[in-house]
């Protein structure tokens, strides 16, 4: 069976969870390709430290180029501030490796053009982290929308909501700094994972109206000091895509000030026909709208239903830990040719075009139009 060996750049929260989903790649069921965690990199030796428990890591590095340059390492796994993200991805690529970046891919446009472009000049394979659409729900939602039973699609709505911002106490950290994550604040940590499905089923937004709120504009800098937040909290994007000739809506909302919500994403899509409504706020739970002499709600819990089959009992109910290792356990086996028609890892191409709806919302907010989205005639990705 071929071993496909996995640096990781960027040791924490992201990290440490990439290497709890290698850990575990046992629970997948037939799977044809092993994976090993190999390298790590991170400029914290504090943090590297949690990796010594490892048998499999041989190399822990505060130094990426050293990671990039082993050849222990097939595929980097990076999770790091979106102001390296250009810098760090191409010099991974020119190195040979193929590539699991985390989103946004990039801080703005012009960088993720610039990854995307030298993947496809360089010919290597890569995708961009969005873990959700691997839970059971969101695979229903996809289904049902395939199989036609929804009739037209009238309208769309998908979110990714969080309260991380809700304590104004919270000390400040990059992501609550543009010159780190980026002018497009919000919409970089967490719109590629609201856009990832609408995308994937080809609705691609052509015009934005943007509302952009930034509510806390200070925080402790944690060191008795008061630190400027300039960032986006708040985004709530009303789109319009095109659907079989027909002008639809679809509302983005992506959110740091979210009351209550610790890491909610949700879906849901309303044709003539039917309907479908998924929210990790109650993650067994899907819902499907009947279209008949009386119209109603289906609720159905769903088991582990999972893309790639697992030892796990179908009556339990899947998290996070599972949907991560499945967007992993996808990467490997599109890598290897092996994906067989299931839903894969976000491209390249649909993180270039998110940050495309990005841009067009930045543009939005200023003006206070709809703003149409700009797409060349044709992009190297």
């Not at 949690?50 to 340059?69: C, G, H, P």
């Not at 394979?125 to 969101?138: I, N, Q, Y």
């Not at 119209?295 to 830990?321: H, N, S, V």
């Not at 890892?345 to 989205?373: I, M, W, Y």
Request: a negative charge; aromatic letters at 10%; hydrophobic letters at 40%.
């Amino acid at each position: 069976m071929k071993t496909v060996r996995i640096g990781i750049i960027g040791g924490g929260l992201m990290g440490r969870e990439a290497a709890s989903a290698f850990g575990r790649w046992f629970v997948l069921k037939d799977f044809p390709v092993r994976v090993q965690l190999t390298a790590v990199c991170d400029l914290n030796e504090q943090v590297l430290e949690w990796y010594k428990q490892i048998d499999s890591v041989n190399l822990l590095t505060t130094d990426y180029r050293q990671l990039i340059s082993s050849e222990q390492v097939d595929v980097v796994y990076i999770a790091v501030p979106h102001n390296l993200h250009r810098e760090l991805y191409i010099d991974i690529l020119r190195a040979g490796k193929d590539l699991l970046g985390e989103k946004p891919f990039g801080i703005d446009l012009e960088a993720s053009e610039m990854i995307a472009a030298e993947a496809a000049r360089l010919g290597r394979f890569v995708r961009c982290s969005s873990e959700m659409p691997f839970l059971p729900g969101p695979q229903r939602a996809i289904a049902e929308v395939l199989s036609g039973k929804l009739g037209r699609i009238f309208e769309i709505r998908a979110g990714f909501l969080h309260a991380s911002d809700m304590n104004a106490q919270k000390p400040i950290n990059w992501k609550r700094q543009s010159k780190y994550c980026g002018e497009i604040g919000v919409m970089g940590d967490l719109g590629m994972h609201a856009l990832h499905v609408p995308l994937r089923l080809g609705w691609k937004p052509t015009k934005v109206f943007a509302q952009l709120q930034k509510i806390i504009t200070e925080r402790p800098d944690g060191r008795g000091g008061i630190a400027t937040c300039d960032t986006w909290n708040n985004a709530i994007l009303s789109t319009q895509v095109d659907i079989d000739g027909e002008q639809v809506p679809m509302l983005l909302e992506m959110k740091r000030l979210a009351p209550g919500e610790t890491n909610t994403w949700y879906i849901e899509i309303y044709g003539t026909e039917g309907g479908v409504k998924y929210s990790t706020k109650d993650t067994k739970t899907f819902w499907q709208f009947t279209n008949e002499a009386e119209q109603w709600w289906k609720r159905t819990d769903l088991g582990f239903q999972m893309p790639f089959e697992t030892i796990t009992g179908g009556i339990f109910e899947a998290g996070f830990p599972d949907c991560f290792m499945q967007m992993f356990a996808a990467y490997v086996a599109e890598r290897e040719g092996m994906l067989q028609g299931k839903f894969g890892c976000a491209t390249p191409e649909e993180a270039v075009t998110s940050h495309r709806v990005f841009q067009a919302a930045l543009l939005s907010q200023q003006t206070g139009k709809f703003v149409d989205v700009y797409f060349p005639a044709a992009v190297a990705v």
